[in-house]
């Protein structure tokens, strides 16, 4: 792995209430994790963390306040954000979590605007407490990718031997089939093709590109996505210079990747990929958002609410998103 040491990562707690605070400070305890980079973690005072996470965060460098903090770092500093969360329990979404989580959130990406950090990786959110909050986005993809005013954007997740990447992401399961369009098929293909490429150092990547019906739709007999949208997106993903397959049985894709067909599989929609990844590496898959003018990865786990505070929580998906997001920022500054 390239030298990871000069590396700066933002690491937001995530939902106060659930297992962000102690997963972060877990993974940060972690004597081999705070060598891959310096860090500012963002959330609220030291006091506040331990409490929520159940233990002290001793290797604190420095802290500081979101206002007055100009960028240095040292080992691994606390920026605080916004206002304190109080007796907040654990286990409960609430206006005051979601208002907490976005503060975090909004903190690091201005982070990242100021060029202070390379990366951000996000602990989990809870999309009905942000939505308690008064905010509309339905996740932090969203939120991200208009807070930094970027373009095209893309779910794409990492784990054991997959690489999967989402056309659709937060809208329900019919929202999602009429919102599947060859354009939009397309710029995934590309931004995944583009991602693997970079940072996973395959020079041509092979897409597995899934159908959206049962066994990619039987010639038109289990629906007609395949033969009008999803193929002519394939045809005009290869005629631009991509290496794409399909329509592929969605049943079948995920085994053909793993047994090293593809590179990365392209899915239509949320849980026909996340399911895959979730079964083959619960515990160490990575979401990456790709799009962004900055690298940002997270755990790819929720807020697990049922056993926030109890000391419970494995911190090992948190350790895989930092060293990721490491590993990224690393090679995309090599020649």
Not at 53 to 71: K, N, R, Y
Not at 306 to 332: F, H, L, N, Y
């Amino acid at each position: 792995m390239a030298n990871t040491s000069a590396c700066r990562i933002a690491v937001t707690l995530g939902d106060p209430a659930g297992i962000g605070p102690e997963v972060v400070l877990k993974a940060l305890a972690d004597h081999e994790v705070r060598g891959l980079a310096r860090f500012a973690v963002f959330g609220p005072e030291a006091a506040e963390w331990q409490r929520l996470a159940g233990t002290a965060p001793e290797f604190l460098s420095q802290t500081h306040t979101a206002e007055t903090w100009d960028g240095r770092l040292g080992g691994v500093d606390l920026v605080q954000c916004g206002r304190a969360v109080g007796d907040l329990p654990p286990g409960t979404p609430s206006k005051t979590s979601g208002e907490a989580s976005v503060g975090y959130i909004l903190a690091a990406i201005e982070a990242a605007k100021r060029g202070w950090v390379d990366a951000i990786v996000t602990g989990p959110i809870s999309k009905e407490a942000i939505h308690l909050a008064g905010h509309p986005w339905p996740g932090h993809t969203e939120l991200l990718a208009e807070t930094f005013g970027a373009g095209e954007v893309a779910m794409m997740f990492a784990g054991g031997p997959l690489r999967v990447i989402l056309v659709t992401i937060h809208v329900a399961l019919a929202e999602a089939i009429r919102s599947i369009t060859a354009r939009r098929i397309v710029a995934t293909c590309r931004l995944g093709s583009d991602a693997v490429r970079r940072w996973f150092g395959v020079e041509v990547p092979r897409l597995g590109v899934c159908g959206l019906n049962p066994h990619a739709g039987e010639a038109g007999r289990f629906g007609h996505e395949e033969r009008e949208i999803i193929g002519p997106a394939i045809d005009e993903a290869n005629a631009a210079g991509l290496c794409a397959f399909g329509p592929l049985a969605p049943d079948t894709a995920f085994y053909q990747a793993m047994q090293g067909k593809f590179d990365l599989v392209v899915a239509m929609y949320h849980d026909q990929g996340l399911i895959a990844v979730k079964t083959v590496a619960f515990e160490d898959s990575v979401n990456v958002t790709l799009g962004l003018p900055v690298v940002r990865t997270s755990p790819d786990h929720g807020t697990a609410y049922d056993i926030a505070g109890r000391g419970q929580a494995s911190p090992r998906s948190m350790k895989a998103a930092i060293r990721m997001a490491a590993e990224m920022v690393a090679r995309g500054r090599a020649p």
